[in-house]
C-alpha cells in the first residue's frame, strides 16, 4: 500500500526501501497472460505502468547490482513483466 502511495515520489520511495522497492514495484506490472493474444493495452494501464517502470528504472540506474539481485533473488518473472514495455 505504501510503495503504490510512492510510486510517483520516487525520491521518497528510494528513500524509504532503496533498492528493496523492486519487488512490490515488480508486483504492479500485469503478467504477460493477462494481456489479450494481440497484447493490446488500455490507455489507462499503460500510464500505470510507465510510472511503475520509471520508478525501476530509477532504483537500476542508482542500484545496479543490488537492484538486479532483488529482482534476481525476490520477484518471478521480472522481465515477463517489462516485456510489453520494451520498445524495440
Known sequence: MITHELVEKIEILDEVFGARAVKPLHNFLPKLSQYDELLKFDHNEIMKGTVVIRA???LFKKYQEEAAQVAIDETINFTEK????VNP
Not at 82 to 85: M, V
Open 56 to 58: 525501476l528504472a530509477f
Open 82 to 85: 517489462l516485456a510489453p514495455y
